[in-house]
C-alpha cells in the first residue's frame, strides 16, 4: 500500500504531473533480494569497427562483496543471436576482498553480426551469471544490438549511411489511465506510427521502462529525456542540483544497454529565467551533462530550449550537449542560410 503525504516541490521537475494534476504510481515497482556477493553494476557497450565487420563488447562488472571474509568466483557472459545459438562467451575469474567491491573487466568479439536500425531492428541477448562458492547463481539478461551512429561533419549516419530522425514528441501517458500506460498499448501505438513512417521519437519525462525495449523490437529511434523539465525557475537554485543528478542517473542506468536510444536529452526548456541568474544557470546544465557523458560515453547529449516567446524570433541553442536544438521555430535556420550567422539570446 502507499499513501501520498504531501507533495514535495521538487515534483516540479515532472512536467505532466506538475502541469496536469497526474498521481499515483505510473509504473511497476518492485523489491527484490540479492546475495551477500552480488553484481552491484554493470556497463557493457556493444559497438562496431569502422568496417562494421566486427562487434565489440566492453565494459565492466562491479562485484560487491558484503562478507567479512575474501571470495573468489567467476562472471560468465554469453551472447546469443535471435535463434538462441552462442555467438561469443567468455569466463573471467574474480577475486574480491572483504566488504569491497572489484571491477571484473569484459571484453567479446562478435563476428560478422546482423547490424540495428529501424527497418531491420536485429538483436542479440547477453546473459551473465555471477558464480561464488557457497551461493547461489545470479543471473542477468538483456537484449543488445550492434550499430555505429556518427554525428560526423556534414550529417548523422548509422551503419555508414546518412539517417534521418522523422520523429514526433511522444508524451507517454493513456487516455484513461493517465500516466499508466499498459504495454500492449503502448506497442499498437508504436506500430501505428511505423506505418505512418515515423521512425523517431523524442520522449517526455523519460517514458516507462518497456518503451525502450518496445523501440528496440520494432525499430524505433528514440532521443530519450532525463526528466528535468521546465526548470526556468530552480535551474539556478543549488538545492535542484542534487535531485536533477539523481534524475540522469536513474534514466541513464536504466536505459543505457538499450540500441534504440540514440541521444540523451538533457532535461526540457530550462532556459535560466534572467540575466541576473543566468551564470549560476548555465554551470548546473554544464554539470549535468558532464554526467550524463560520464555515465555512458558512448552517446550524444542534447539540450532543448524553449520556443520563441515575446519578442523573440527563436533560441538555437548550442552552449550544452553535442546537438543543436532549436524549437517550434525556423526563424533562425532562416537567418543563418542567409547571413551564415547567428544571434542568440542570452536568457528567454
Keep these: 500500500a502507499v499513501r501520498l503525504l504531501r507533495k514535495h516541490k521538487f515534483v516540479k521537475m515532472d512536467m505532466p504531473r506538475h502541469g496536469c494534476e497526474f498521481a499515483g504510481l505510473a509504473q ?3 523489491f527484490f533480494a540479492v546475495a551477500a556477493c552480488h553484481v552491484a553494476e ?25 562478507t567479512k571474509k575474501p571470495v573468489s568466483g567467476s562472471v560468465d557472459i554469453v551472447v546469443a543471436d535471435a535463434a538462441g545459438r552462442t555467438v561469443a562467451s567468455r569466463r573471467v575469474d574474480l577475486y574480491c576482498d572483504e566488504e569491497d567491491e572489484c571491477a571484473v573487466p569484459v571484453a567479446l568479439r562478435v563476428n560478422a553480426p546482423l547490424l540495428w536500425n529501424d527497418e531491420f531492428p536485429n538483436l542479440y541477448t547477453v546473459g551473465l551469471v555471477l558464480k561464488i562458492k557457497g551461493q547461489k547463481d545470479q543471473e542477468l539478461m538483456w537484449r543488445c544490438g550492434f550499430r555505429r551512429f556518427d554525428l560526423g561533419s556534414q550529417r548523422p549516419t548509422l551503419n555508414g549511411r546518412p539517417v534521418k530522425f522523422r520523429g514526433v514528441n ?7 489511465h493517465g500516466l499508466y ?6 506497442r ?8 505512418a513512417n515515423v521512425n523517431a521519437i523524442r520522449t517526455h519525462y523519460l517514458g516507462p521502462r518497456c518503451l525502450a525495449d518496445l523501440c528496440d523490437e520494432l525499430g524505433l529511434y528514440l532521443l530519450q529525456e532525463l526528466p528535468i523539465d521546465w526548470g526556468t525557475n530552480y535551474i539556478h537554485d543549488p538545492a535542484w542540483v542534487g535531485p536533477a543528478l539523481q534524475r540522469i542517473a536513474g534514466g541513464i542506468l536504466r536505459d543505457r544497454h538499450h540500441a534504440s536510444v540514440m541521444v540523451w536529452s538533457v532535461g526540457n526548456e530550462n532556459m535560466p529565467e534572467s540575466a541576473a541568474v543566468a551564470d549560476d544557470g548555465w554551470n548546473h546544465l554544464r554539470i ?31 552552449r550544452v550537449g553535442d546537438i543543436g536544438d532549436t524549437h517550434y521555430s525556423f526563424n533562425l535556420a532562416r537567418d543563418f542560410m542567409k547571413s551564415g550567422t547567428v544571434t542568440n539570446p542570452r536568457a528567454w
Design 288 to 318: 549535468y551533462d558532464r554526467f550524463a557523458k560520464k555515465l555512458d560515453p558512448s552517446r550524444p547529449t542534447m539540450f532543448p530550449p524553449p520556443g520563441p516567446a515575446n519578442k523573440i524570433r527563436g533560441i538555437f541553442e548550442v
Design 170 to 176: 511522444h508524451l507517454t501517458y493513456h487516455p484513461e
Design 181 to 186: 500506460t499498459p504495454e500492449e498499448w503502448l
Design 42 to 66: 554493470y556497463h557493457i557497450v556493444p559497438s562496431l569497427d569502422p568496417s562494421l565487420q566486427t562487434g565489440s563488447l566492453n565494459g565492466v562488472v562491479t562485484v560487491r562483496n558484503g
Design 28 to 30: 511497476s515497482a518492485c
Design 188 to 195: 499498437r501505438n508504436l506500430t501505428l506510427m511505423k506505418k
